[in-house]
């Protein structure tokens, strides 16, 4: 338990993230709609840290997607 808590206070916080998500929705009246997106952040230091992510969808058969970046 003593090492185990040494190892945690030195942890330090994480500096990349992935993330997944998806969203189905299915209807009686039209065709399915879908919404997927993937996002990763990563840091340099606690102060500087960047962001992308990418989203799609698809409405009626119709397919779109857009890319955001941040500093």
Same mark, same amino acid.
């Given at each position: !338990?003593?090492? +185990?808590?040494? %190892?945690?206070?030195? +942890? =330090?916080?994480?500096?990349?993230? !992935? +993330?997944? =998500?998806?969203? #189905?929705? %299915?209807? #009686?009246?039209?065709?399915? #709609?879908?919404? =997927?997106?993937?996002? %990763?952040?990563?840091?340099?230091? &606690?102060?500087?840290?960047? @962001? ?7 409405? &009626?058969?119709?397919? &779109?997607? @857009?890319?955001?970046? &941040?500093?």
């Amino acid at each position: !338990m003593e090492a +185990r808590a040494g %190892l945690i206070s030195v +942890r =330090g916080e994480p500096r990349h993230e !992935m +993330r997944f =998500g998806q969203d #189905n929705d %299915l209807f #009686n009246f039209t065709s399915a #709609n879908h919404d =997927g997106w993937a996002s %990763l952040v990563f840091a340099v230091d &606690a102060a500087l840290g960047h @962001k992308f992510r990418r989203k799609f969808y698809e409405r &009626a058969g119709i397919r &779109a997607g @857009k890319f955001s970046g &941040a500093h």
